[in-house]
Structure formats: C-alpha cells, structure tokens
T-cell receptor, first 111, second 114 residues
Framework: DGGITQSPKYLFRKEGQNVTLSCEQNLNHDAMYWYRQDPGQGLRLIYYSQIVNDFQKGDIAEGYSVSREKKESFPLTVTSAQKNPTAFYLC??????????FGSGTRLTVV | DQQVKQNSPSLSVQEGRISILNCDYTNSMFDYFLWYKKYPAEGPTFLISISSIKDKNEDGRFTVFLNKSAKHLSLHIVPSQPGDSAVYFCAASAEGGATNKLIFGTGTLLAVQP
C-alpha cells in the first residue's frame, strides 16, 4: 500500500536537545511538507521541498532544519533554538497540482 | 496575516440536520480550495475540493460552494452523522504557482449530537 509514514508517534525531548522527526513516503510524490499544529492556530507551514536537494522555508522555519537527500524522505530536525517546540507535527506529500496526503503525525513534548 | 480564516472555532449540530462550515480568504490569487477532516492525534484526510472556475462541487453528503466575489467558501454536510464529528480545515492554493503550497485555516470543530 502506498502511503506516508511518520515516526515516532510520540517523542519527548529535554530542554536544549535536538530531535529529528522522520517522514517517509512511497507515493512517488515530488513535493513534501512539514506543518505544525497548535491549538487554535491551525496548520502552519515550517518547510517544504519541491524536489530532491532543494527546500524552502515556510512561515515558521526558525529553530527547525530539514534535508531532502532522497525523494522518499524529508526529515525534520527541531533544534534547541526552537523556543516552543511542544506541538503536533504533520508531514505531507503531493504531486504538483494535487492536494496533500498527510502522515499520521508526531506529537513532540518538551520535558 | 491570516490569509485563510475560519471564524467559527466550533459548531454543534443535531444528527440528521445540515452542517455548514464557513471559510473566508483574502488572497485573490487563490484559485483552488480544499477541505480536510481531522480526528484527534491523526493526520488530516482530504474531503472535497473546488476549482475557482466552478461555484459548486458535490460528493455524496458533502457539497462545497465558492463565492469568488465575496472570497468565501462553505462546506455543507447533509445529513450530518455522529461520525462526522471532527475538526475541519479549509485550505487554499494558487495553483498556477510553482510551489503547490496549501495555506490552511485555523479549523472548525464540528460536533454532531446523536
């Protein structure tokens, strides 16, 4: 079955640590995206990538980094510079001109 | 600056009645609109979409209406069922652009009462 997989489902981070969220898709989609969901704020775009080895900042990229070395993979690193990292993170992929397919999300909590 | 707005954070409807979820946008370059449904702790799933060349699109119990002059779209669910209880996100894109980015609204929590 084709789909998009995020792991882990739950992640706990200590203050000052970097953590990496995984996102893998086997849909052969060119574009991939990372969104963050906070209560009352909807989905806000962190980073997106239209093609391998290229990515662009979204609306709230500060404190995050990404890479796109393979078409199938778009990992997101939440760095210690992100001041309020506790949130639900969603990865998505798409073909250009079509809507997104979302993963099931990763809930990150700072402890 | 919120380009896509869902001004009702929540809506409660009786089972069998109509649910109407509203969405407003400010960017006149948007030409493709989508609705997504999201359950807690899950990713959103695509529900229905509409291109700006249309003013209505229907899929079973779900109908989306687009009023370009008012920069307003709405999602009608008839009849509403308890399983429809979820958060609904409106999203928009400028399809002619290269990025295919979707801009999402803040969501409306729909509760369908049995």
């Amino acid at each position: 079955d084709g789909g998009i997989t995020q792991s882990p489902k739950y992640l706990f981070r200590k203050e000052g640590q970097n953590v990496t969220l995984s996102c893998e898709q086997n849909l052969n989609h060119d574009a991939m995206y990372w969104y963050r969901q906070d209560p009352g704020q909807g989905l806000r775009l962190i980073y997106y990538s239209q093609i391998v080895n290229d990515f662009q900042k979204g609306d709230i990229a500060e404190g995050y980094s990404v890479s796109r070395e393979k078409k199938e993979s778009f990992p997101l690193t939440v760095t210690s510079a992100q001041k309020n990292p506790t949130a639900f993170y969603l990865c998505a992929s798409s073909r250009v001109g079509y809507g997104y397919t979302f993963g099931s999300g990763t809930r990150l909590t700072v402890v | 600056d919120q380009q896509v707005k869902q001004n009702s954070p929540s809506l409660s409807v009786q089972e069998g009645r109509i649910s109407i979820l509203n969405c407003d946008y400010t960017n006149s370059m948007f030409d493709y609109f989508l609705w997504y449904k999201k359950y807690p702790a899950e990713g959103p799933t695509f529900l229905i979409s509409i291109s700006s060349i249309k003013d209505k699109n229907e899929d079973g119990r779900f109908t989306v209406f687009l009023n370009k002059s008012a920069k307003h779209l709405s999602l009608h669910i008839v009849p509403s069922q308890p399983g429809d209880s979820a958060v609904y996100f409106c999203a928009a894109s400028a399809e002619g652009g290269a990025t295919n980015k979707l801009i999402f609204g803040t969501g409306t929590l729909l509760a369908v009462q049995p």
